[in-house]
């Protein structure tokens, strides 16, 4: 009996940490609209699954701390994305093994022999860490995720190493089999493996070294996708694989390839000089991940952890350490370069607009043009601007902006390239590698340069050249920061239009 009440105790609080403050901003700054913990560390998305009208989202979590620590898996459960319901604590680290990455799928056909009274299983493969080894685990839940049991008969794969990990697992229809994406984190590779049941397990193949080769790789993913304005069912396949310590501006990154797989085998069509191809341009988008079975609605759906190892543990944020990214449609377009993958918001943050205000045909004037007379204001923001570069050096959008701080969100014509300078965004420095200015390349095509920006309490995602270019930061100004401007230097730009809607929690 004191066990029952005891695990009621356990359950209760749980569920009690998970509703959210009240306010604007609360907790002294929370993102409105970009998933947080109600405490403690988070790092990479787990276990992501469409099931039920549910979107699960299962998550890297520390319940004892606000630095990484005693791994765990989080769970929360949405209908549109950008809602959340936060659950307690899906699976919990036991017995000195901690519960790393990994992925979930639903058994529909009951192949692992899991589900219970008729109800076919939620199955989570995950990686357990402990005892100087790395090995891949199944739990199952037919419950729609809110209860667990390990299989007895863990590890389903265990090379013996301490760097094999993150199992993404999908059905792969035409062989009929079940097919896991892991890595061999030190050696730079992806290991595909394929299974009946998802208890054993036959290896396939290897990729890799490609691409980037510095640090170590993790979290990798392989999943088809659509080719933008292709041929009638023309799709290819997209192997994105992360690296720490190896990313654009340091620290770590996502990057990926496009080709081709016949069930066995990742064939990678090559880019010119072997460059790695990047997800994001930004520090702060890593361990993306899509959510299996979602429905069939313009392409795959990832998140990514928004942050980067180099401060993860350190950013100013509390009881909560760390969020997601907004959720991203994934596609695939053809450009000059080849293949290329583009991304756009889930439609389910324009749910969230308010208030809507419009400028248009603002000349820029080298310096500041500031956007107070036009009411445009906020700490959570979804801008989106056309420009016209004139002969400024560079121009674009100040957010976020108060007393001594601003995020710039910019276009440096001469270099032909989009950015985010962060270096007066708010407290900056807890850590020598967070303050700085991150740029990508970016065409003007017509001459001229859109912008979609997406402001929060705590970041700020930019998606230019229709999401062919995207850097995602943190930002941590203070709450009372909440300024908007239009900036030029060295000459003068034009604001073809602005549209701006106030984002509601």
């Known amino acids: 009996m004191r066990t029952l009440i005891l695990a009621l105790v356990l359950v209760m609080s749980e569920v009690a940490a998970a509703t959210p403050a009240r306010g604007g901003e609360p907790d002294g700054g929370r993102p409105l609209f970009h998933f947080t913990p109600t405490k403690n560390f988070i790092n990479d998305p787990n276990g992501l699954l469409f099931l039920a009208g549910e979107y699960h989202l299962f998550y890297q979590h520390n319940p004892e701390g606000d630095r990484w620590g005693h791994m765990s898996w989080g769970h929360a459960v949405s209908r549109d994305l950008v ?74 794969v265990d090379l013996h190493s301490n760097s094999f990990r993150d199992p993404k697992v999908f059905w792969h229809e035409p062989s009929r089999r079940w097919v896991m994406a892991t890595v061999l984190a030190d050696e730079r590779k992806v290991r595909l493996w394929n299974s009946r049941d998802l208890k054993n397990w036959e290896r396939l193949s290897d990729f890799g070294p490609a691409g980037s080769r510095k640090g170590v790789w993790e979290c990798p993913e392989l999943f088809e996708t659509p080719v933008e304005g292709g041929s009638p069912g023309e799709s290819r396949w997209i192997l994105k694989v992360d690296v720490n310590d190896g990313a654009p501006f340091g620290g770590s990154g996502g990057q990926y390839f496009v080709g081709r797989f016949d069930g066995k085998t990742f064939q990678n069509e090559p880019t010119p000089r072997d460059e790695p191809l ?53 596609a695939l377009r053809r450009t000059p370069d080849g293949l290329r993958i583009a991304q756009t918001p889930v439609a389910g943050v324009e749910s969230l607009r308010g208030a809507h205000r419009k400028v248009e045909n603002r000349v820029i004037k080298a310096g500041e043009t500031r956007l107070d007379v036009d009411k445009i204001e906020g700490a959570a923001l979804d801008l989106v601007a056309t420009f016209e570069p004139g002969d400024a050096e560079t121009f674009g ?81 203070r709450p009372a920061s909440v300024g908007a401007s239009l900036f030029a230097t060295g000459g003068g730009a034009r604001l073809r239009t602005l549209d701006v809607w106030e984002l509601r929690k």
């Not at 319901?85 to 901690?98: F, W």
């Not at 994001?280 to 795959?300: E, I, L, M």
Request: aromatic share 10%; hydrophobic share 40%.
């Open 397 to 477: 959008l100040k957010v976020r902006c108060g007393a001594g701080e601003e995020t710039l969100v910019g276009v440096d014509r001469r270099a032909g390239t989009v950015f985010v300078d962060r270096t007066r965004s708010g407290t900056v420095g807890f850590s020598p590698h967070f303050a700085g200015r991150h740029s990508a390349r970016a065409s003007l095509g017509d001459g001229l340069i859109r912008l979609r920006v997406l402001v929060d309490a705590t970041s700020v995602e930019v998606f230019a050249n229709d999401g062919l270019v995207v850097l995602t930061d943190q930002v941590f100004p």
């Open 278 to 330: 990047w997800i994001d341009f930004g520090k702060d988008f890593y361990a993306s991940q899509t959510w299996n079975d979602a429905p069939k609605s313009g392409g795959p759906v990832w998140v990514a952890w928004m942050n980067n190892w180099q401060y993860a543990n350190d950013i100013p944020t509390s009881p909560w350490r760390g969020a997601m990214t907004l959720p991203r449609v994934v």
């Open 83 to 156: 809602r959340w319901e936060h659950l307690p604590v899906a699976l919990r680290e036991a017995d000195g093994i901690m519960i790393f990455s990994g992925s979930a799928v639903f058994d529909a056909r009951n192949t692992s022999g899991l589900g219970r009274d008729g109800q076919a299983p939620m199955v989570a493969i995950y990686t357990g860490d402990g005892r100087q080894r790395q090995t891949q685990n199944i739990a199952a839940s037919v419950d729609r995720g809110r209860t667990w049991t390990k299989f007895a008969g863990n590890p389903v």
